[in-house]
Nanobody
């Protein structure tokens, strides 16, 4: 089992920034890829970004490319999502997820084994 805990969400004005964190614990050696997803009310869960623990290879959804940056701190078992230039349409609950596969190109939620409880991000206009 891998436990994931997100933090860093909040309320921000359009154009502002937030940095989310996801702390992984438990059998973290079984985790190869970490992803961020988001889900707005009434919408399906949407892929945001992914990163490999080894090598730090990254993959982004087109909707956030150039605005969001995913990174990881291996020593702290923590993955980050730096969000700049936030827009009202970025409002959602943000989840981190973990998978044992080595490929970073994983954009479907069904491809991930473990999930955090989510953190709310609200962007006001």
């Amino acid at each position: 089992q891998v436990q994931l805990v997100e933090s860093g969400g909040g309320l921000v004005q359009a154009g502002g920034s937030l940095k989310l964190s996801c702390l992984a614990s438990g059998r973290t050696f079984s985790s190869r890829v970490m992803g961020w997803f988001r889900q707005a009310p009434g919408k399906e869960r949407e892929f945001v970004a992914a990163i490999t623990w080894s090598g730090g290879n990254t993959f982004y959804a087109d909707s956030v490319k150039g605005r969001f940056t995913i990174s990881r701190d291996v020593a702290k078992n923590t993955v980050y999502l730096q969000m700049n230039g936030l827009k009202p349409e970025d409002t959602a609950v943000y989840f981190c997820a973990s998978d044992k596969d080595v490929s970073v190109y994983k954009s479907r939620s069904a491809e991930y084994d473990y999930w955090g409880q989510g953190t709310q991000v609200t962007v006001s206009s």
